[in-house]
C-alpha cells in the first residue's frame, strides 16, 4: 500500500489498521482522517473531539483520560493536520469549505455507526461543529465550544488579512509563530503556544494556504450562524485571558437561553490546555447532565 495513500483508524484496544484514503466523490467507502476511539464501556454515549487550525488530536491528551471515564471518546486528525496531513493528496486542485471538512467527521461516524454524539470543540474547531449541527442536527447530542470563534473583530481580521498577504513571500511558520504570540501572550499560555507551533511544524505549505482561504470567508458563515440559535444545549468555555475571543461569545450568550458562558480564571485561548482541570470539570459536569 502506499504509504501517502492510506490513513489509520485506532482504538484503545486495538493495535491500527490502516484503510485506503477516499477522494471526495467517493465518500461512501470510507472516511479520510485519521481517528482514534477510547471506550468506556458498551452502550455509552459518545463524546467527539475537534481540534483547531494547526493543532491535532494530540491537543486532547489532557482530557481524555478522565473524559473515557463517562464517555466512549473520538477524537479526529482534520484534514491536513496530525496523521491526516498526508491526505492532501485526495483533495488537490479542490478549494476546501467549512461544510466539507465538516462532512469528513461525519463521515468517520458515518464509519463507526455513531448515530448521535456530544461534540467538544476548541477554537477552528468550534465552527465546524456549529456548521455540523446545522447540517444534521439530529446527531449532535450538546456541544461545547472552548475558545469559540464566533465573530472576527478588527484585529482578528487584521490579522487574516496580514497572514493572505505576505504568506506567499514569509516562511508560514514565521506567520504561525507570531500569531501564537498575539493568541497566547501570557507565560501562562506557553504549553500551548508550544504545543500549537510543534504541530504546525507538520503541516504542508499547500495545506496551509488552503485553510487560510477558508478563514478569509469565514465572518459571513459567523454572521449567519450567529443569527440562528440552534436548539441544542451549548456551553461556551472560555479563557479569562482570550482577549480576541472573549466579548464577542458574551454578547452571543446574552440572546441565546440555550447557551452557557463560562469563563476559566488565568487561561487563554486555549483553555482546555491552560487550565486541564476546569476544563474537564466544567465540561464533564455539562455533558454528564445531559447523557
Known amino acids: 500500500m502506499n504509504k501517502n495513500r492510506s490513513i489509520h483508524t485506532e482504538s484503545h484496544n486495538d493495535p491500527g489498521s490502516a484503510l485506503p484514503a477516499t477522494p471526495p466523490e467517493d465518500r461512501d467507502q470510507a472516511p479520510t482522517l485519521y481517528f482514534k476511539t477510547y471506550g468506556s464501556q458498551p452502550g455509552a454515549p459518545w463524546v467527539t473531539l475537534i481540534h483547531g487550525v494547526g493543532g491535532s488530536s494530540i491537543i486532547w491528551h489532557k482530557q481524555i483520560r478522565d473524559f473515557r471515564r463517562h464517555f466512549n471518546v473520538l477524537v479526529v486528525d482534520l484534514r491536513g493536520h496530525g496523521r491526516s496531513r498526508d491526505l492532501f493528496e485526495a483533495y488537490m486542485g479542490t478549494r476546501y469549505t467549512f461544510e466539507d471538512v465538516s462532512r469528513d467527521v461525519l463521515d468517520v461516524l458515518d464509519h463507526l455507526s455513531i448515530e448521535k454524539s456530544h461534540f467538544v470543540g476548541i477554537s477552528l474547531g468550534t465552527i465546524l461543529i456549529r456548521v455540523i449541527a446545522e447540517m444534521e442536527p439530529d446527531r449532535v447530542e450538546s456541544m461545547v465550544l472552548a475558545g469559540a470563534i464566533t465573530r472576527l473583530n478588527i484585529r482578528s481580521r487584521f490579522l487574516v488579512q496580514v497572514a493572505k498577504v505576505f504568506k506567499p513571500v514569509i516562511p508560514f511558520m514565521w ?9 497566547m501572550p501570557s507565560r501562562r499560555h506557553r504549553e500551548s503556544r508550544y504545543l ?12 496551509v494556504n488552503r485553510w487560510f482561504r477558508l478563514l478569509h470567508d469565514v465572518n459571513p458563515l459567523l454572521r449567519y450562524y450567529n443569527e440562528r440559535n440552534p436548539a441544542i444545549d451549548t456551553l461556551y468555555l472560555m479563557g479569562s485571558e482570550d482577549h480576541l475571543f472573549l466579548q464577542p461569545v458574551r454578547n452571543l450568550v ?8 463560562i469563563s476559566i480564571p488565568d487561561s487563554g485561548h486555549v483553555c482546555n490546555v491552560d487550565q486541564p482541570d476546569l476544563f474537564n470539570h466544567y465540561s464533564l459536569q455539562f455533558l454528564r447532565a445531559r447523557s
Open 175 to 183: 506567520l504561525y509563530r507570531l500569531f501564537a504570540r498575539i493568541l
Open 196 to 207: 500549537f507551533i510543534k504541530e504546525a511544524r507538520k503541516i504542508y505549505r499547500r495545506e
Open 254 to 261: 446574552a440572546g441565546n437561553p440555550k447557551a452557557r458562558l
